[in-house]
T-cell receptor
């Protein structure tokens, strides 16, 4: 299995809703990432987990809350989002601990989020 | 801060070679990457090159690295309609990737 699976593919939510994005990989990767991508822009790093511990938080607002229940799963909990948070949210994983080796990232197909 | 620059668009005829260029600023970068993103999809790694190499070839893809000029290029031979996508260059700087803005490759019949 060489894939990163993200669910749901599309999500529409109101500003008062609570929802979650999910990510799963079974490649034995020990680093997992959340990126946010706006249309026609490069991805922006949000969070990095290394060995199930949060190692990087790129000053992301607290309305985004990551969780890594185990080495295969990564969640992003969403609460009280704003319309400007609408974007494609990409999950990625890499075999190496963040910062070492080639650290090739394997990306999921993304979850497209629309906040009304 | 560190920066990666790419031109935003490249238009080529089907069957021709495409050359996508990228410049970066961090001279201590260890790895440089090319990712492809098709519409509505995630990013797919095409290839990467270690900074002590100057060329890497993989089927239709050739990566050239000029470390002195901090210039990276991706050549796609015999460009096909399926190559239509946005191509992102990225450099590894410290613990994270610094991304270029992406080059949209447009294929003309």
């Amino acid at each position: 299995d060489t894939e990163v699976t993200q669910t749901p593919k599309h999500l529409v939510m109101g500003m008062t809703n609570k929802k979650s994005l999910k990510c799963e990989q079974h490649m034995g990767h020990r680093a997992m990432y959340w990126y946010k991508q706006k249309a026609k822009k490069p991805p922006e790093l949000m969070f990095v987990y290394s060995y199930e511990k949060l190692s990087i938080n790129e000053s992301v607002p607290s309305r985004f809350s990551p969780e890594c229940p185990n080495s295969s799963l990564l969640n992003l909990h969403l609460h009280a989002l704003q319309p400007e948070d609408s974007a494609l949210y990409l999950c990625a994983s890499s075999q190496d601990r963040a910062g070492s080796g080639a650290n090739v990232l394997t990306f999921g197909a993304g979850s497209r989020l629309t906040v009304l | 801060g560190e920066d990666v620059e790419q031109s935003l668009f490249l238009s080529v005829r089907e069957g021709d070679s495409s050359v996508i260029n990228c410049t970066y600023t961090d001279s201590s970068s260890t790895y440089l990457y090319w990712y492809k993103q098709e519409p509505g999809a995630g990013l797919q790694l095409l290839t990467y090159i270690f900074s002590n190499m100057d060329m890497k070839q993989d089927q239709r893809l050739t990566v050239l690295l000029n470390k002195k000029d901090k210039h990276l290029s991706l050549r796609i031979a015999d460009t096909q309609t399926g190559d239509s996508a946005i191509y992102f260059c990225a450099e590894r700087s410290n613990y994270q990737l610094i991304w270029g803005a992406g080059t949209k490759l447009i294929i003309k019949p």
